[in-house]
Nanobody, 129 residues
């Protein structure tokens, strides 16, 4: 059974930083690309980043490019998201997700929920102005 446990969220002032973690179990972690998504109430999940299996290829949504950095430790089966220069519009619940599109460990062609599987509860990030 695949499990994902996100942590590291919290309340931070605008301009601050947070690092999120996602511990994954129940699959061979380094066989898969991993993504980060976020969601605010009443809205669809927004794909914000993807990292392929060996950390060679990364993709970011324009809204976070230059401020967020995704990384992974395959030995620890853990995905990270370092967030800097946080803005109030970054306030959301953040989820990690595993690629289910069969791209051989590479990121799918788009950061869309239909390519990913979600198993965690997410972690809340709140940025105050």
């Amino acid at each position: 059974q695949i499990q994902m446990v996100e942590s590291g969220g919290g309340v931070v002032q605008a301009g601050g930083s947070l690092t999120l973690s996602c511990i994954v179990s129940g699959l061979i972690f380094d066989d898969y690309a991993m993504g980060w998504f976020r969601q605010t109430p009443g809205k669809e999940h927004e794909g914000i980043s993807c990292l392929n299996w060996n950390s060679v290829d990364t993709f970011y949504a324009n809204s976070v490019k230059g401020r967020f950095t995704v990384s992974r430790d395959n030995a620890k089966q853990t995905l990270y998201l370092q967030m800097t220069d946080l803005k109030p519009e970054d306030t959301a619940r953040y989820f990690c997700a595993v690629d289910q599109g069969g791209y051989g460990g590479d990121c799918p062609p788009a950061l869309l929920t239909r390519y990913f599987g979600f198993r965690g509860q997410g972690t809340q990030v709140t940025v105050s102005s």
